[in-house]
């Protein structure tokens, strides 16, 4: 006997440990809390009490059904009010339906012939009306909102117990009893309530409306049941009144259940299990924002960081929040670490009314929230850093490309001239007069070749800057031209729908297929080469192979550097498979745009 | 023999106009932009069309474009296309299905007059005449892909080169100072080597190895005939 519970906490440490994210710790964590303790307690004492009622049913057998009715209500309302107080610890429902619960127990008391009890149960007689009024107003945040719905709510309590009490007075002084006026009064509330709660469904979205719907649906219902029962009943089975009243009160919590099933009540946890989480550590960004959806059951709940720089909010990439309007249902919750303001919790005020409570949990997190603004500010300035790459690199491609068409327009235009007039020179001496005058001839052809060799060596260079077909064909076209000009036999697929390149990537790509080839020609030693081009979907792949002596790697070149340094400032990827006398294979991909 | 020119850059246009005038051209018309070109040929109807590649508006390709379709409407007329650059996809595509009239030079090879003007005259006159430089890229990326480009000889070679330019027997047989008949020798080897067919008419014969430099390597595609 002793083994069994030992052996079970021994499970249970293990699966603590070895959960790696931390979740399932401070879960567990939680299980063992002073609320579980309570709500155990709750609920052995209220099978207790029950129990008890049941057992004196053999001896009030006039007594019998009722006992047994009121005894299955209660625990119908005590088992969903546990529930819903363990599922939302926060959230005062799960209170409010245990309240409702004991007010059924204690009203229904006066089944049993025990005097004092007697007494106790007419205070309590109507008392679980005004909980079940109190219960429709206050779903689902637990609070009750409105002016109406106060006023009604009070209402409900003083025409129910207050009245009640007042009967109780009046019976002992043998005055008249005010059964008639608490009627009436209580059929106002009950009809006021089903008002409200058919304005609150067809005000709401659809998605408050599923949550809505079971329990506000119901309790319409059940409001006016309650109150229209004992006139239709009081002539032909006034013995049916109770039971019909005690099945209308039962089915409100299994309502309840089907709008928990609707989402109205995710399971949440307790403000302490958030700081266990944070003990936990290794926390990452949208852990802080579910830790807090989940805490406060709030799917739409996001949390934002403040930019003291430029005095807005920010989310996690660094992007400006927009201001929105607050909508009706939208709330900010600032939150703060020793006074200075880090970030700001954007909630759903119909899931959460009480503010109190997102500022509690947004105390606990906000060291985490600061961390999470640090790495949202880390995150800005390392895409502006890769921004500049880009541009860097624009504006490098940019310079050749004006570089080429300065030597383009200017000097190779100005060789074919001079070669021109060298010519010209050379016709205008008369051929073979004289011996100056074919010495002439000779000097000025000899001259006009010496410039056709320079505009030659110009046309390679500009081509090095910036090749003629990149500019006017595009990426295909100017490796097709770099293939055929290759000294070993080299082979080119690319069957690419290139209007969609931006030029960074064709300039980057051209470079690297060039710088690419080049090694292999030079370095490697190849005997020959493959150059393939592809797409996929918003990538440019890029594969250079060849069947030289490989070991190629970076760092020991300027090469390689180079193509990693171009490709990294679009923010693509380079693979290098390079074995020993086993050729080199490199692949690039590039963003299309 | 009527001449209109295409050339943005002025000083150039000028020099050119100078070039062929001296030479006995007469040109017609001489423009900026490739759209301009067009209309005065049309206007014209001139023996011999020159153009730049690299023109306004978008200095890419207009000039080559612009190029090919005069060659299309204008099938008697002479093109030439001139560019500070040669590469084969330019050539091919500029020669197209059609045999003759059309020429690809460097812009360079205007200050050779006598040579140049003479590559003139030959494609007014149907013939073709593809720049050394981009003949000398195809035979060698030819070369290096095709075995039967791989095993002709040195000599073979070179006359394969100057087939490719567009030169007849005669204009080959000067420059590599060879006895015509040696030319002739030569080129029927070389037909027999590459498996073409024999072809009297030089134009076709041009085309024909063009067209056989170009898909060299690419044994998917069925060769030039």
């Known amino acids: 006997m002793e083994s069994a519970p030992t052996n079970r906490a021994a499970i249970r440490q293990t699966a603590v440990r ?90 229904g008391l006066n089944n049993m012939s025990w005097p004092v009890l007697g007494t106790v149960s007419a205070l309590f007689a109507t008392t679980i009306f005004a909980v079940t009024v109190h219960l429709l107003h206050a779903f689902p945040s637990g609070r009750v909102q409105g002016r109406l719905s106060r006023g009604v709510v009070v209402a409900g309590y003083i025409v129910a117990t207050g009245l009640d009490v007042v009967g109780v007075v009046l019976e002992a002084i043998g005055a008249p009893n005010v059964d008639a006026l608490q009627a009436l009064l ?18 709401t979205d ?22 229209i029962a004992p006139r239709v009943l009081a002539e032909t089975a006034p013995s049916l009144i109770g039971i019909v009243q005690l099945v209308l ?16 009540f995710t399971r949440t946890t307790a403000l302490e299990a958030l700081s266990a989480w944070l003990a936990v550590g290794g926390a990452t960004r949208p852990a802080v924002e579910r830790a807090l959806r989940t805490t ?38 600032p939150v703060r670490v020793g006074g200075r303001l880090v970030g700001a919790i954007d909630y759903d005020s119909r899931i959460t009314d009480d503010p109190r409570i997102v500022a509690r949990a947004g105390d606990v997190l906000a060291i985490a929230i600061d961390r999470e603004r640090l790495i949202a500010e880390l995150t800005v300035s390392n895409d502006e850093l890769m921004q500049s790459r880009r541009r860097i690199i624009e504006a490098a491609y940019g310079e050749r490309t004006r570089i080429a068409r300065d030597l383009h327009d200017g000097l190779q235009v100005q060789l074919v001239l001079l070669a021109i007039e060298a010519q010209a020179i050379a016709g205008l001496a008369p051929r073979g007069a004289n011996v100056v005058g074919a010495d002439v001839v000779a000097a000025a052809e000899h001259l006009r070749s010496g410039i056709d060799a320079a505009a030659a060596e110009l046309r390679r260079l500009v081509h090095n800057v910036m090749p003629a077909p990149l500019r006017e064909r595009g990426l295909v076209a100017a490796v097709e031209e770099l293939v055929d000009r290759l000294e070993v036999p ?104 | 023999m009527r001449v209109i020119i295409a050339e943005d850059e002025a000083l150039l246009r000028e020099g050119l106009i100078h070039v062929l005038e001296n030479d006995g051209f007469e040109v017609v018309a001489a423009v900026g932009t490739a759209s301009a070109w067009e209309e005065e040929i049309a206007r014209l109807e001139p ?91 195809m035979v060698a990326r030819a070369g290096r892909l095709d075995g039967a480009v791989g095993a002709l000889t040195p000599r073979q070679l070179e006359v394969l080169a100057l087939m490719a330019q567009g030169r007849s027997n005669a204009g080959i047989a000067a420059s590599l100072v060879l006895t015509e008949k040696a030319v002739v020798q030569h080129t029927s080897r070389i037909y027999d080597a590459l498996g073409l067919p024999l072809d009297a008419d030089d134009h076709r014969r041009v085309l024909a190895v063009v067209r056989y430099l170009d898909v060299a390597g690419a044994p998917a595609r069925p060769r030039g005939s």
Not at chain 1, 82 to 99: D, E, H, K, Q, Y
């Open chain 1, 18 to 107: 070895r959960t790696a994210t931390g979740q399932t710790a401070w879960v567990r964590r939680w299980q063992s809390g002073p609320l579980d303790r309570a709500l155990v307690v709750i609920v052995v004492l209220g099978a207790l009490v029950g129990v008890i009622e049941l057992a004196a049913v053999p001896s009030h057998p006039a007594t019998a059904d009722a006992l047994v009715a009121f005894c299955l209500v209660f625990w119908i309302w005590l088992a969903t009010g546990v529930l819903a107080w363990w599922r939302r610890p926060s959230n005062g429902t799960g209170p409010l339906i245990v309240w409702g619960a004991i007010a059924l127990c204690l009203g």
């Open chain 1, 186 to 203: 209580g059929l106002a509330v009950m009809v006021t309530t089903a008002v409200v709660l058919a304005r609150r469904l067809t005000a």
């Open chain 1, 206 to 227: 659809r998605r408050h409306r599923r949550v809505l719907l079971p329990l506000s649906l119901y309790g319409i219902i059940a409001v006016l049941g309650v109150v």
């Open chain 1, 249 to 264: 009160l039962a089915g409100l919590p299994i309502a309840f259940a089907l709008g928990i099933r609707a989402g109205a």
């Open chain 1, 296 to 333: 406060l059951g709030d799917d739409a709940l996001t949390v934002v960081y403040w930019s003291a720089e430029r005095e807005v909010f920010v989310d996690a990439a660094g992007a400006t929040v927009i201001e929105q309007l607050p909508g009706r249902h939208r709330a900010r919750v």
């Open chain 1, 490 to 593: 080299a082979a080119l697929d690319a069957d690419i729908d290139e209007s969609q390149l931006s030029s960074a990537t064709v300039h980057t790509a051209y470079f690297v297929v060039a710088e690419l080839v080049t090694n292999a020609v030079k370095h490697a030693e190849a005997r020959s080469v493959r150059v393939r081009i592809g797409r996929s979907g918003g990538r440019l792949l890029l594969v250079v192979e060849d069947d030289g002596v490989g070991g190629a790697r970076v760092g020991a070149g300027a090469g390689l550097r180079g193509v990693e340094d171009r490709v990294e400032a679009l923010q693509g990827a380079v693979e290098i498979v390079s074995p020993r006398r086993g050729g080199t294979r490199v692949g690039v991909e590039l963003p299309c745009v």
């Open chain 2, 47 to 137: 023996a011999l069309a020159i153009t730049d590649i690299r023109m306004p508006p978008t200095h890419t390709d207009e000039g080559l474009l612009a190029a090919v379709r005069m060659r299309r409407r204008y099938p008697e007329m002479g093109v030439v296309v001139l560019s500070q650059h040669v590469q084969r996809r330019y050539a091919t595509e500029l020669m197209g299905a059609r045999p003759g009239g059309a020429g690809y030079l460097l812009k360079q090879r205007i200050a050779d007059v006598r040579t140049f003007t003479v590559d003139l005259r030959r494609v007014a006159a149907g013939g073709t005449a593809l720049d050394p430089e981009v003949v000398e890229v």
